[in-house]
């Protein structure tokens, strides 16, 4: 596609639900990050994939937090047992380089706003 | 553990003014340091990526320095327009890993 998307745009949960977030990344980009950008903050790093692998998850904040990419493609992002402070705007970034290489634009889609009520 | 700070948090100039934001970070040891620009409700735009070998990079209106040995890095932006309202957000890859670690961005209105 022409850029990132990510979906849905928006979500509300109860305390508790589970969620899943996806992401489109750029076609042919070989890594992937998901960020979690908390309001008048910048995005914090949650988890980093090169193709199908998940090479640094770090960031997760907690175990109820995992990522996947299965087909070094679409991302989704679950969050098991929601809380209230889960509620943040969550991120995912494209590249066309292998991580580590100093050339490295990250493109960003628009993000899923959530909401755990 | 590398931490990104940016001044001012917010900033309002009238149109036409030059300005200029800073970013400042505790480790050194970086790949490199990039510019992004977000607007309300929106994703994250890049505006310039700069190298840990490089000093400084240009895009139109815009252009960043970076010193990496003193963790320094400013944006600056000439004829400043009211189209350039957004918050400037810096952030580094460090080489430690595959984090790459934001600032908490630069609120900017241009007053028209």
């Known amino acids: 596609g022409a850029g990132v998307s990510q979906s849905p745009r928006y979500k509300v949960a109860k305390r508790g639900q589970d969620v899943a977030l996806r992401c489109d990344p750029i076609s042919g980009h070989v890594s992937l990050f998901w960020y979690q950008q908390a309001l008048g903050q910048g995005p914090e790093f949650l988890t980093y994939?090169?193709?199908?692998?998940?090479?640094?998850k770090s960031g997760l904040p907690s175990d109820r937090f995992f990522a996947e990419r299965p087909e070094g493609s679409v991302s989704t992002l679950k969050i098991q047992r929601t809380q209230q402070e889960d509620s943040a705007v969550y991120l995912c970034?494209?590249?066309?380089?292998?991580?580590?290489?100093?050339?490295?634009?990250?493109?960003f889609g628009p993000g899923t706003r959530l909401l755990v009520l | 553990k590398q931490e990104v700070t940016q001044i001012p948090a917010a900033l309002s100039v009238p149109e036409g003014e030059n300005l200029v934001l800073n970013c400042s970070f505790t480790d050194s040891a970086i790949y490199n340091l990039q510019w992004f620009r977000q607007d309300p409700g929106k994703g994250l735009t890049s505006l310039l990526l700069?190298?840990?070998?490089?000093r400084e990079q240009t895009s139109g209106r815009l252009n960043a320095s970076l010193d990496k040995s003193s963790g320094r890095s400013t944006l600056y932006i000439a004829a400043s327009q009211p189209g350039d309202s957004a918050t400037y957000l810096c952030?580094?890859?460090?080489?430690?890993?595959?984090?790459?670690?934001f600032g908490a961005g630069t609120r900017l209105f241009v007053k028209a």
């Open positions: 700069i190298q840990s070998s490089q």
């Open positions: 994939f090169q193709n199908e692998a998940q090479l640094d």
């Open positions: 970034a494209s590249s066309a380089s292998r991580g580590a290489a100093t050339q490295e634009t990250q493109y």
């Open positions: 952030a580094v890859r460090g080489t430690g890993g595959f984090k790459t670690i």
